[in-house]
Nanobody
Framework: QVQLVESGGGLVQAGGSLRLSCAASGGTFSNYAVGWFRQAPGKEREFVGGIIRNSGYTDYTDSVKGRFTISRDNKNTVYLQMNSLKPEDTAVYYC???????????????????WGQGTRVTVSS
């Protein structure tokens, strides 16, 4: 059973930065896609971006392109570097793993097999 643990959330002023981490354990998959999602109060869960574990291929939603960067280390941790944060980035951020996608990072939550518990990001104006 794969377990995902997010960390790094917090309160930051607009224009600031945060780095979220997603540590995976318990799985022995040769490759997989990791997606970052966020959910603001009263809104649906939204795809932020994703990365393919082996190739490092990344994809981002338009609203974060140029501000957010997803990376991974050589073990099982994926990072979401968030710069130039805006109040509208305020949400609970989740990472998720799709073990069946090795070439793309799906933008729909239903594609993902495992989820973390989320970490809250609040951006003040």
């Amino acid at each position: 059973q794969v377990q995902l643990v997010e960390s790094g959330g917090g309160l930051v002023q607009a224009g600031g930065s945060l780095r979220l981490s997603c540590a995976a354990s318990g799985g022995t998959f040769s490759n997989y896609a990791v997606g970052w999602f966020r959910q603001a109060p009263g809104k649906e869960r939204e795809f932020v971006g994703g990365i393919i574990r082996n190739s490092g291929y990344t994809d981002y939603t338009d609203s974060v392109k140029g501000r957010f960067t997803i990376s991974r280390d050589n073990k099982n941790t994926v990072y979401l570097q968030m710069n130039s944060l805006k109040p509208e980035d305020t949400a609970v951020y989740y990472c998720a793993v799709d073990v069946n996608n090795w070439y793309a990072t799906p933008s729909t939550p239903e594609e993902y097999d495992y989820w973390g518990q989320g970490t809250r990001v609040t951006v003040s104006s």
